[in-house]
């Protein structure tokens, strides 16, 4: 919506003249920039990323200085953003949504000597990082919770774009409830957005409304919690943030990503001048992907189970895509025992059979 | 088709609709009264971080909606200050008071991030909610939602059926006849644009209160241009405005529904149905007139 983007756009300018006057005054320490693509306020996806950058301010105290840019608008606004905090000294730069990917990638070309990470993407030059977390683990012990919590073999999904990411956790999430619920059926709305309260709010609402009795999310808002915390008896998964708030009932436990120790991994090689490109994808056993307390409202057995899985997954074990698995088409992905590649993974375009919906183009 | 229920349809519909239709009721008491206020949007976010942080201080929503409809009729009276006394274009002034509530809410809501805000209750009706089919659809709603239905009669009434309403169609038909007449028009269009003002706060506050309930920046996300669309559609009548709104809610609810349900239809088509039966139906129905004199500028010399 160009309006929104207009706003933003002015919003991004005010804050950036803000921040070279506090650039000016200290120029020696480096500096490491964010930009985020919502509010840090959202209490999920940005805000965890705003946690990061605390805990990396509060690891390194004077030695560096931390700036960030909250609601940037994926796109040319993007770019426009990063090339300013590139001008104005930052030595390292996070760009924290799969939607920076083009505009990072651009400018990090015009800037060889500025360091640049991106989370979520996939493409990596000699200054441009990727890292990412193995959030298909944490939905795999969401899955199985939901999968012994629900009584309609309804599960509900708040998609919000139709990429690997997104389909990834919605097959990791579905193959788990149907290792512990064979009757389980998996219902998907798209919000196509990651950041909409209203809409996300629809959607929880519509997945309630045919029946669905456990719904996860994939947008970064807690509308979704507030719907089925208004609906009674309907669980939810803290996403990205622990969103406590709604514990112990709607929401039974969370995947909370944990950027901090990264993000203080990374800074410390650019001081130390060992900064290299890398790609990461970290998961439950380097602490990248945390689960969230579960709370009483899960019986038991069933956090037994899951805490059982969760250790599995950490040992590395098990693996979520371990076959046989089918695609949604019949035709086999995996063979029995075969485990899924990265590559596999991170171009992963189908559902697994089962799940009866069409993935948008 | 399995999973829809008509009855939670309807009954969802006539929540969704709500925002559009207190806009909606507001906007069309303006147009009638001879003034194009496109600043909708505008006046709507504004009026949902007001009501949004009068709600969080105060613990009322009762308060936070009066707080809502405050902000709302104050900041459209910076519209109506520019076109009705400094004769400031009426099309561009709205757009830039859109522009302008845009970003006021969000310097006015950045504390206000990822609270959480009073619990809007619904409305005991006893007898009448626990009628069979009747009940869940009709009468377990909140307060706002009969609200918004409540000032679509108060409204019809107050157009058809009372001198003042005669004196403000008047004002909106002939703006010149009606001061030959004596009638103060600039006086009873600031007090039109207020009541829009307040009423598109009110919807916008049911967003932030009610319906999702958060603050977030741009929450409103297009709602006021949908309700500007349904006063033209409905050709500027408090009956048919009931109908658009209701048909838009519907159907968006309809499209969510059918996502759920597993329906194999292209996301893509169910999410713009909404846009496209609205636009189909105000093409197909359209048969009333504009105000005569509106969007035109007054001035009493000329």
Redo the contacts between chains.
């Keep these: 919506?160009q309006?929104?983007t207009?706003?933003k756009s002015?919003?991004a300018g005010a804050v950036l003249a803000g921040i070279a006057t506090v650039a000016a005054a200290q120029d020696d320490v480096p500096k490491v920039g964010f930009i985020y693509v919502g509010?840090?306020?959202?209490?999920g996806w940005s805000?965890q990323h705003d946690q990061g950058r605390q805990q990396l301010q509060e690891h390194f105290g004077d030695e560096i200085e931390t700036v960030y840019i909250e609601?940037v608008p994926e796109g040319p606004d993007a770019e426009r953003v990063l090339t300013q905090l590139a001008l104005q000294g930052a030595d390292l730069i996070f760009a924290t949504s799969f939607g920076f990917m083009e505009a990072t990638n651009n400018v990090a070309q015009q800037f060889p000597d500025v360091k640049f990470e991106h989370a979520t993407g996939y493409m990596t030059s000699d200054n441009l990082s990727v890292y990412g977390s193995r959030f298909y683990e944490g939905r795999a012990v969401e899955g199985l919770i939901a999968g012994e919590l629900t009584e309609s073999n309804?599960i509900?999904y708040i998609g919000s774009y139709p990429i690997p990411e997104v389909i990834r956790g919605i097959n990791s999430s579905f193959l788990h409830a149907q290792k512990v619920n064979p009757d389980v059926?998996m219902?998907?709305?798209?919000a196509?957005s990651w950041?909409?309260?209203?809409?996300e709010?629809?959607?929880a609402?519509?997945?309630i409304?045919?029946?669905?009795d456990v719904v996860l999310q994939h947008t970064d808002?807690?509308?979704p919690q507030?719907a089925a915390q208004a609906a009674g008896d309907v669980y939810t998964f803290g996403q990205a943030s622990d969103m406590s708030?709604y514990a112990p009932m709607p929401r039974v436990t969370s995947i909370i990503d944990e950027w901090g120790d990264y993000y203080i991994e990374r800074t410390q090689a650019l001081i130390d001048g060992t900064w290299e490109t890398s790609d990461t994808w970290g998961g439950i056993d380097s602490g990248m992907v945390g689960i969230g307390e579960m709370t009483d409202a899960i019986p038991q057995d069933v956090r037994d189970e899951a805490q059982d899985l969760i250790d599995r997954i950490a040992s590395g074990e098990y693996h979520p895509f371990t076959g046989p698995i089918n695609k949604a088409d019949g035709t086999q992905w995996l063979a029995e025992g075969e485990v899924a590649t990265d590559e596999q993974l991170l171009s992963m375009d189908f559902y697994v059979e089962g799940i009866?919906?069409?993935i948008?183009? | 088709m399995s999973?829809?229920?008509p009855v939670?349809?309807l009954a969802?519909l006539m929540v969704?609709a709500t925002p559009i239709l207190l806009a909606a009721i507001g906007e069309l008491v303006v147009e009638r009264a001879g003034v194009l206020n496109l600043g909708v949007?505008g006046m709507m976010i504004t009026g949902a971080v007001c009501g949004f942080a009068v709600g969080v201080a105060t613990g009322s929503p009762l308060l936070g909606f009066a707080g809502a409809a405050l902000g709302g009729a104050l900041v459209s009276m910076i519209f109506g200050l520019l076109t009705q006394v400094l004769l400031s274009n009426q099309v561009a002034t709205g757009l830039a008071l859109?522009?302008f509530g845009?970003?006021l809410s969000?310097l006015i809501g950045q504390g206000y991030?990822?609270l959480?805000g009073p619990v809007v209750p619904d409305l005991y009706l006893p007898l009448l909610r626990d009628i069979p089919v009747l009940g869940p659809m009709l009468f377990r709603h909140d307060a706002v939602v009969y609200l918004g239905l409540g000032l679509v009669v108060a409204v019809w009434w107050l157009l058809t059926r009372t001198r003042a309403g005669l004196i403000l169609r008047a004002v909106g038909e002939n703006h010149d006849a009606a001061h030959a007449l004596g009638y103060h028009v600039v006086r009873v269009r600031l007090m039109a644009i207020a009541f829009g003002g307040a009423c598109a706060g009110l919807g916008g506050a049911y967003?932030s209160l009610a319906?999702?309930?958060?603050w977030?920046?741009?929450?409103?996300?297009?709602a006021g241009w949908i309700a500007l669309a349904i006063v033209v559609f409905a050709s500027w009548r408090p009956g048919r405005l009931v109908i658009g709104a209701y048909l838009f809610g519907g159907i968006?609810?309809l499209q969510?529904?059918l996502?759920?349900?597993?329906v194999?239809v292209?996301?893509?088509y169910l999410?713009m149905s909404p846009y496209l039966a609205t636009i189909l139906v105000l093409v197909l129905l359209r048969a009333g007139r504009a105000p005569g004199s509106l969007g035109k500028t007054f001035h009493a010399a000329q």
């Design positions: 919506m309006r929104r207009m706003l002015a919003a509010p840090v306020g959202d209490l805000y609601n309804i509900g059926e219902r998907i709305v798209w196509y950041f909409d309260p209203a809409a709010a629809e959607a609402q519509a997945l409304d045919a029946g669905a808002s807690t509308a507030a708030d009866e919906a069409a948008p183009d | 999973g829809i229920d939670i349809l969802q969704v949007e859109t522009l845009l970003g969000a991030v990822g959480r967003l319906r999702v309930p958060q977030t920046e741009g929450m409103t996300a297009g968006t609810v969510l529904n996502q759920a349900a597993g194999r292209p996301v893509e999410q």
